[in-house]
């Protein structure tokens, strides 16, 4: 960073980020210093502004201009006032007190964006561009017009694509660009296939999100599973918000875990890709994409229209795979292994 009086700078991003995700937080712990407080301040801000588009109590036209006002603060465009505090002082909009927290915090996270290189300010507000126009497009697609109870589906896999890429396959290129120039810039590598596997990488991760939350995005009026493919088995999005419907569904839904798990192995063979000398960074990509294989391993056993079965790998778990990164990494057929290993049903 360039100024070196923000001190607490890096405690703060630390805390926001411990409060609001514990699983990026440990991924974020096993960076390089180099690039960590980029990559910290870069998903703080995603996550505020996925807050502010999922606040269910606020119409859909404050949403989105609160929205935009946060997208013209983060592109330097308008140094206006955000006026958040609706969105800071309800308590039922299905927000938690962190996420609200974070909303108060954000004009210090502004300040710190600021104060960043050129290079790693554009990165940021690059990335967060991509991000934001995909949210803005979920409120349009989703919210605008829609009665209360209905449920609305994307059209096709083409719009289920497009989307994962716009919340999470952009950060993947992101994330390459800034390791690529602090970490290894002279280092030769498939640049090309680089970059196509860093996109699987994060559309994998949010298709894991999408399959496992499932039943509380259904509840929320928005069906990620597309139309077209419930059309093929004579369904319509409201029919998933009944957990007998499963049996129906299962084809589709056995599909899209076929996508998830191949964008994964994308992810794995990307991480592989990295120089062996990034121990770190290979460290902090494997765990999300294992922890993703061992939660589609789970969702393989669980009825993923029942709102009672939310499936999440447990925290004695998550801290064996953390041990196990770091005792086989210096075993190349040991490390990988690790991606079969948690493959395992």
């Known amino acids: ?173 992101f994330w390459t660009r800034l390791c690529r120039a602090h970490l290894f810039p002279r280092v030769s590598l498939d640049e090309v296939r680089l970059a196509e596997d860093s996109v699987r990488f994060g559309k994998g991760l949010q298709m894991v999100n999408i399959l496992r939350d499932l039943p509380k995005d259904l509840r929320s009026g928005r069906c990620y599973p597309p139309a077209d493919e419930l059309e093929k088995l004579g369904m319509s999005p409201s029919d998933l918000l009944h957990a007998e419907n499963w049996t129906r569904f299962r084809p589709a839904y056995t599909g899209l875990l076929g996508i998830a798990e191949a964008h994964l192995k994308a992810g794995w063979n990307y991480t592989n890709a990295l120089p062996w000398s990034q121990i770190r960074v290979r460290q902090a990509c494997a765990l999300p994409i294992l922890l993703g294989v061992r939660t589609l391993a789970l969702l393989k056993h669980v009825n993923p229209l029942d709102v009672t079965q939310r499936v999440k790998v447990p925290r004695a778990e998550v801290s064996r795979l953390m041990r196990r990164l770091v005792m086989r990494y210096p075993f190349p057929g040991a490390w990988e292994a690790l991606y079969a290993l948690n493959r395992k049903n």
């Open 1 to 173: 960073m360039r100024d070196k009086s923000k001190s607490g700078s890096p405690r703060l991003l630390r805390e926001l980020l411990r409060d609001v995700s514990r699983s990026f937080y440990l991924t974020l712990r096993l960076l390089p210093g180099a690039v960590r407080p980029q990559i910290g301040l870069a998903y703080l801000l995603a996550r505020a502004t996925d807050t502010i588009a999922d606040t269910g109590v606020a119409p859909v036209t404050d949403r989105m201009s609160a929205l935009n006002r946060l997208r013209q603060r983060i592109q330097g465009t308008s140094y206006d006032p955000l006026s958040l505090e609706r969105f800071i002082m309800s308590t039922d909009d299905g927000s938690t007190e962190k996420e609200r927290h974070l909303l108060t915090q954000l004009d210090q996270a502004l300040e710190i964006l600021e104060s960043l290189p050129e290079f790693d300010r554009g990165e940021i507000r690059r990335v967060l561009e991509i991000i934001t126009s995909g949210q803005e497009l979920d409120l349009r697609r989703f919210e605008t017009g829609r009665q209360a109870g209905s449920v609305r589906a994307l059209a096709d896999l083409r719009e289920l694509d497009d989307y994962t890429y716009r919340v999470a396959g952009c950060v993947g290129e």
